[in-house]
């Protein structure tokens, strides 16, 4: 009795099984057991029944014979009242269950035009061939698909010569592609090593291929020479070895060629093997870039009547097993009933893929793999001896969580845009999604990021040390990992970094140099980076401050809709900070989420002001936005406001202590800009020119010129959004489990030292406890942000001011990247060279990205090494 095993997750039971229940067809989900049970009984019934058919008669007294001939021509009965008194025809269906079909007693050609054959052969109403005379012989191999063969033949009406047609086959008459695909699938399960050379159809014929006939051709038999042929399609194997086959070598030239083998790729003669006397193995793999795989063999006989091979021939055919056989699983099941710590095994089954290497999954073809403008989605294109790139075919990856590749070669110096030779290239539903030329990694893809994709897929491209067959360059590997039943999914392993202009982008400075070392650490580079933005800015970027929202809107089930936003943020004086972004540009979007709505947000090109003075005669002098109290200009005769419409929150204007009545004097539609210039406009209402002294002016709520468009990425539901909702950047989601990089402090955007801390603090607890903070190297790094930052962060601080000052040089010297007596006094000579004092160059960016990686490490918040030398310097 086989012993059964409880799976359990949680303590429950959530499979009682026995050994082979553990594994299970990934496509059908049946049980292995299950599978081989139902492919035993058909091959049990299959072979039950082989009996074979000899020598029999097709036409019987129940034929059903019609008068007249058979036009192949117009694929219908035809002849004239004679014709039909002479001949007739009938037709035999599903004749291609026999391996041979002998007939005689036809009917001779009956017209000069030809159109009235013997014989005339279908695939289902598709012709195929005729044939002539009163007498043939079919060899039904011939017909790659034997699954819908019908002929029509033609015979005397008078019976003089009574028409036969005598059927043969070594098998039950089955249909083909029945027995062909349950013993393909037993073959594939128990594998197979088998010595075919018996039960081929050997041809009484010659085979000569050579440049009079290039794609071969039969000729007649020699009786000296004493050659047969014989073709079989050898697709489905792995391998076969022929050993003991013609060595036409003596016997053949150019034109005329007797190949002891030929290969044949798709009906095309891909190679032929003179001498195949000796032992010649041929591996399918070798010929992947065709469908359809065939074999010509030749071979000498010692009789002229019956096929008799003169050497100790064989052709073995060998197809590897591609899952264990039912013996092995029945010893594992009795190995199990001895010692249970064999359970280990089966749960090993279940619990996925576990840093599996899946390098040599790969089909690999002696082709470049181009994409490009020219061809986005890439195409084939021939080998170059110099390169030595060879390519894939696609494999599919939907099914892992993370996939990471490394070791494949740099192609970049060989890619331009419109021509690329990319290391990978991934495809999402047929079309390429994500690419890169320099593939010597790593780099991890992680399934999850392209949710939206059905079908992920794969192609990888590098360079071989031969010619002749794919060996690869280095060492690649294409590691993969699925979460089995009771495994967790891996998180993918990255870092965010958030700031401006002073991280720079992928050709220069912090992320470029942070990128190299991560490459080669593992991780991947998140960038949450603006240049020109101020702090505020870039911590709303990242996820860390929110959004808000000044007056009521609504989102539609679909489109773009206008809002008024402002940063959540509040002043010392209980304002809100006006504006989340200060550097987004026109049309620019980013991704935000409200409400659990995700879309896009667009600054909206209108150029409002709140509030325009003018001289007496009507010259605007100047315009302010920023809420709060302003010195009304010494020139001011008059003015004019303009709020939102409908009104964002409640807008007030007080004038040396009087206030404005805002509803009674807002009479126009429309809003002027920045240059004092009127503009029609229904999403604004202002003021004509109003009399003004001087003195000061207070005002809030009025119209600024940052309006948002913010476009929901799916359909859904019409949302309303009331006043002091918060919109967050998706960055909060998305990154929510990632260490951090917090450089910032530069270009202001808060108000003091402690308003910074308080900020970046706020950001960073949005996020993982695993985070540094890197301020300044430039001035705004005051002895008031030291002290606030090391009182907030502690050991997470990097006072990149006093580092570069101090110990950057000297660590750059250990590094191996800057060579000669320097001293520390030295950094601005060395780090900041040409007129730009702003952005260091890339030499301290390296040293600075050698820093954060090994911090990051120290406090455990990265797995790796220590950067201790120059190896991944970017100059």
Not at 850 to 875: C, F, H, Q, S
Request: a negative charge.
């Amino acid at each position: 009795m086989v012993k059964m095993h409880k799976l359990t997750k949680g303590g429950q039971t959530i499979y009682p099984a026995t050994i082979y229940d553990a594994v299970v067809n990934p496509n059908t989900r049946k049980s292995l057991t299950t599978e081989l049970s139902e492919l035993e009984n058909e091959e049990i019934y299959l072979k039950t029944q082989i009996e074979g058919s000899i020598d029999k008669d097709l036409i019987t007294e129940n034929t059903v014979w019609i008068d007249g001939t058979w036009d192949w021509e117009t694929n219908s009965s035809a002849g004239n009242s004679i014709q039909k008194q002479n001949y007739k025809h009938t037709k035999l269906t599903d004749v291609g269950y026999y391996d041979t079909l002998k007939m005689s007693g036809l009917s001779e050609k009956v017209d000069v035009s030809d159109i009235f054959p013997s014989i005339s052969i279908y695939s289902g109403s598709e012709q195929i061939e005729y044939l002539r005379g009163s007498s043939a012989v079919i060899n039904m191999d011939k017909y790659s698909d034997r699954s819908n063969i019908n002929i029509i033949i033609q015979a005397k009406q008078d019976n003089s010569i009574i028409p036969s047609v005598i059927a043969n086959s070594k098998a039950k008459v089955v249909k083909p592609e029945e027995l062909i695909s349950i013993q393909s699938s037993i073959n594939k399960i128990e594998g197979l090593e088998k010595d075919v050379i018996g039960v081929l159809t050997w041809n009484k014929k010659r085979w000569v291929t050579g440049t009079n006939q290039p794609n071969g051709g039969e000729l007649g038999y020699n009786a000296v020479q004493k050659i047969w042929y014989a073709r079989i399609d050898i697709s489905e194997y792995d391998s076969i070895i022929c050993d003991g086959l013609l060595d036409g070598s003596s016997i053949s030239t150019s034109a005329s060629a007797l190949n002891g083998i030929c290969i044949y790729g798709d009906n095309t003669l891909v190679k032929g093997i003179r001498d195949a006397s000796g032992e010649t193995i041929i591996n399918t793999s070798d010929y992947s870039q065709y469908t359809k795989l065939e074999l010509i063999l030749q071979c000498e006989s010692t009789s002229d009547d019956e096929f008799i091979p003169k050497n100790d021939s064989s052709i073995i055919v060998i197809m590897d097993s591609s899952v264990a056989s039912r013996e092995d699983f029945n010893n594992l099941s009795d190995s199990v009933e001895f010692n249970t710590t064999e359970i280990e095994k089966i749960n090993y089954l279940i619990s996925g893929a576990d840093n599996i290497d899946i390098f040599n999954s790969f089909t690999w073809n002696k082709r470049r793999w181009l994409t490009g403008a020219n061809q986005p989605n890439g195409t084939t294109q021939g080998y170059n001896s110099i390169q030595k790139l060879w390519s894939t075919d696609k494999l599919d990856i939907s099914n892992y969580d993370t996939v990471t590749i490394k070791g494949l070669s740099n192609n970049g110096s060989l890619s331009n845009n419109t021509n690329r030779l990319s290391a990978f290239i991934l495809y999402g539903d047929d079309n390429v999604i994500y690419e890169l030329t320099n593939g010597t990694g790593p780099v991890t893809i992680n399934t999850s990021d392209y949710y939206q994709y059905t079908k992920l897929e794969l192609i990888l491209q590098t360079k071989s040390t031969s010619d002749n067959e794919f060996i690869a360059v280095g060492e690649p590997s294409v590691i993969v990992y699925k979460a089995g039943i009771s495994s967790e999914k891996p998180k993918p392993k990255r870092v965010v970094i958030v700031g401006d202009s002073l991280c720079g982008n992928n050709s220069a400075l912090i992320i470029k140099q942070l990128n190299n070392i991560f490459k080669f650490t593992g991780y991947e580079l998140i960038q949450r980076c603006q240049g020109g933005e101020k702090t505020i800015g870039n911590l709303t970027r990242a996820g860390g401050i929110g959004i808000r929202v000044k007056g009521e809107f609504t989102i539609p089930a679909k489109g773009p809709v206008i809002c008024a936003l402002e940063s959540a943020w509040i002043k010392s004086d209980g304002i809100y900070h006006d504006t989340p972004y200060v550097a987004i540009s026109d049309g620019q979007n980013v991704q935000v989420v409200i409400n659990g709505i995700r879309g896009n947000l667009a600054k909206q090109a209108i150029d409002a002001v709140g509030i325009a003075f003018y001289t007496e005669n009507g010259t605007f002098i100047k315009s302010l936005s920023e809420t709060g109290t302003h010195s009304i200009p010494s020139t001011a005769t008059k003015y004019t406001f303009t709020i939102n419409n409908p009104n964002v929150g409640e807008p007030h204007i007080t004038i040396n202590e009087d206030t404005v009545d805002i509803k009674t004097n807002a009479t126009r539609d429309g809003y002027i800009d920045s240059k004092g210039q009127y503009h029609y406009s229904e999403l604004f209402k202002c003021s004509e020119l109003l009399p003004i002294k001087q003195g000061k002016i207070y005002f809030d709520s009025l119209a600024t010129s940052l309006l948002y468009e913010f476009t929901r990425l799916e359909e859904g539901r019409e949302t309303k959004i009331g006043v002091g909702n918060v919109f967050f950047d998706a960055a909060l989601y998305d990154d929510k489990d990632y260490p951090h990089i917090w450089f910032t402090g530069q270009n202001y955007g808060y108000e003091s030292e402690e308003d910074w801390a308080n900020m970046v603090s706020s950001s960073a607890n949005n996020f993982s406890e695993k985070y540094i903070v890197c301020s300044t190297p430039l001035s705004l790094t005051t002895n008031q942000l030291v002290y606030q930052a090391n009182k907030c962060f502690g050991a997470r601080y990097i006072n990149l001011r006093a580092y570069t000052q101090g110990q950057a040089v000297y660590d750059g010297q250990a590094l191996g990247i800057i060579e000669g007596q320097y001293t520390a006094s030295d950094y601005e000579t060395l780090f900041w060279p040409g007129s730009d004092k702003i952005h260091q160059n890339n030499l301290l960016s390296y040293i600075w990205a050698a820093k954060m990686w090994n911090t990051l490490l120290e406090l455990g918040y990265v797995e790796g090494e220590r950067i201790e030398t120059g190896d991944y310097y970017l100059p």
